[in-house]
């Protein structure tokens, strides 16, 4: 069984993109997000994720956040370093929207050490 809480991302031009979390058998919240091209490098994704990862940590009192990223979606890998992800590892994966097998996910975790360092360096 697992847990999805999802929010909608608005620009001043409306909808924009979805991001949420979903919690599975391991307990630990996983990222995923989606935006549309016309709002990427915006930094609207880059705030997102921050403001969710904080959501993490925050209200559910997570340990760990965890996300991934197919490796040749440079905008995807850039929101989750910039928010400290770290790389944990890759795999194999079916991209379901592509219809794609194979194609190399890129998998990052945030502990909460390291998110509580990162926040007393910015306050």
Known sequence: MSEA?????????????VIGIRIAEDSFPRIGYWLGQPFWGK????????AVVNYCFETLGASKVTSGAFEENDGSLNVLAKNGFQTIGSQPEKSRARGEEDIILINVELTRPLWEAMRAVTV
């Open 5 to 17: 809480t999802n929010w909608v991302i608005e620009s001043e031009h409306g909808f924009s993109g």
């Open 43 to 50: 930094g609207y994704m880059s705030e997102a994720a921050e």
